[in-house]
């Protein structure tokens, strides 16, 4: 295929809330430009950018897609990115990536909580980007609501650059703003539109809607400004000139019109992105560290040395690992021998190429500013930076939240078990926003994720890509156990036998800490009541009673223990004498020291529209909740908190249901804090019913 220039080269994310018509338009684009023959659809599961077994069957875009389209000597790279909350992190390390945005707006619902979430995206990376009011073919859609609806969230500086000619089924064309042209498509969805005369019944609309077009953009330019009020108006070539500039200093948001299951406006987007959206060598250098830890920019050209990022990885049960990378300079050539500054090795490209879904379209060299994708290299993974060898140079990885959710996970036969951890480490690879870890406490292994959805959506791929079966369920609270008063004991181990006994006695104190502090020895034996070498044993018998708990079998911390004094046998004592010794003193202090539970609280933000906040503070407040602040951002308010553990099993379905699909949150461990008295009272007794449990069972 042919090689295309940084000038000639735009990359383009689709971007909105789920089910608002990404896919379909990235569809319609790649039926237009020749990339198909066919107009591909969702519901029938055989698009180009949703090839993935779970996207297909779930019909909705899970991780993102990346391809291709040729348009009028031109190659336009479209990153087709997830619209649902829980994969939002897939569409956020993706935009790296982009150097402009098609924002999606529905024609019937407008602006949604999710469309909020992807500007906000935009403007953390800086992005320029137009709107598309798509859908506009369906019933009770409407450009001048869907307008209203984006005015109220991004402002006025979203102007409309065309206008609907009809409305819902009779919705057939399009009006150009900007050279004052109508253009209406047939029954057909082949993506190209006819040129007409503006209709007489749109004619004034149209003028009206020029004129404020050529105001707003007048607006933001001094020169233009006093031209416009010369001459009253704008030519053509200063009104395309200024709107350009004003797109890429994100000053002004175009707004246009499309149907993409029935590729209307489809061609008119493509001339829009081309004419209006800025090439990758015009979007400024990009910043990274060099070998000394010093910041560098670097000019996204062909004449600087090579470097890449990558931004994606899959992974291909049959290929292995496929890597997603923007070349950010130089000139990357096949067989190129570039280093991993992460890892410090020299990786092969071999066999590079553009990506088109799942497909991989060879090439001899990719040059600054584009998209490339290449197979089966050794230790990148997605973050990755590949540079030349004489000129590293390391840029920065996408910061994703972390995880809100973790369920415990087991393998269902022993054949799993044996294949679990390679099969997840892949996923891992793919979705950066997983975590696979054992807790140390629990001895359980947790998959930690956005949500419900998107874990059992990795169970699923374990299972149909590797055939790993396993079962979730909810993980084990990891309670703690601590002491809030003091105490003074006397551990004594003696035992007599045939031949050597055994004897160990010590003295100690115990005396609670702060949270956090874990556990602290002190010895302050002096002449010789225990002999040095019985010390490590006492502490070591103390640390193992600890760990098994005093009220319900879950480790003690936070607290001191003070060895004052002792005794010891010539001949009877021993190392596990006083070990022994340690842990009965260990249980006799706990009885005495006002034994109390302990549970993780978490460091809770939610995100939801502001209308919801009194029933979701509600809400926490009933789960033993703390609230810790709020803002607002445009619509949405953002509730801070901190909740125990325990309280948060559910919540992520009762958030869906108390905020119909529209709020989000993320949840970090804290801190521990004591239990309350009654809820301490069912723990305990929950887990000495389960302890006996057990036991009957081992009998």
Known sequence: MKVYGSPEIRNVALLGHGHCGKTSLAAGILYLTGATNRLTSVDEGNTLTDFDPEEVQRKLTISTGVAFAEWKKHKINLLDTPGFNLFLNDTQAALVAADAALVLVDGVAGVEVQTEKVWHFCNQFHLPRALVVNRLDRELSSFERALESIHQNFG?????????????????????LVRMKCYTYGPEPTGRGREIEIPAALSSAAAEAHEALVEMIAEGNDALMEEFFDKG???????????????????????????????????????????FFPPPNERGPVTGTVSDGQTATRAIADSEPVSAFVFKTMADPFAGRVSYFKVFSGVLKNDANLLNTRSGNVERLSHIGCPLGKEIRPVTELHAGDIGVVAKLKDTLTGDTLSDKAAPITYPKVKLPEPSIAFAIEAKTRQDEDRMGSAIQRILEEDSSLRFYRDPQTKEFLLAGTGQQHIEIAVSKLKNRYGVDVTLKAPKIPYRETIRGTADVQGRHKKQTGGHGQFGDCRIRMEPLPRGANFEFVNQIFGGAIPKQYIPAVEKGILEAAEEGYLAGYPVVDFRVILYDGAYHEVDSSELSFKLAARKAFRAAMEQAKPALLEPIMNVEVQAPVEFAGDLMGDLNGRRGRITGMDTRGNMQIIRAQVPMAEMLTYQSDLISMTQGRGSFTMEFSHYDFVPQAQAEKIIAAARAAKAGVEEEEE
């Open 156 to 176: 006025r500086a979203a102007v409309p650059v065309q206008l609907p000619l009809g409305s819902e089924r009779e919705f057939s064309g399009i009006v150009d």
């Open 233 to 275: 108006t704008l030519p053509l070539e200063h009104l395309v000139d200024g709107l350009r500039a004003a797109v890429k200093e994100s000053r002004l948001f175009p707004v246009l019109c499309a149907s993409a299951t029935r590729n209307i406006g489809t061609d008119l987007l493509l001339d829009f992105a081309l004419e």
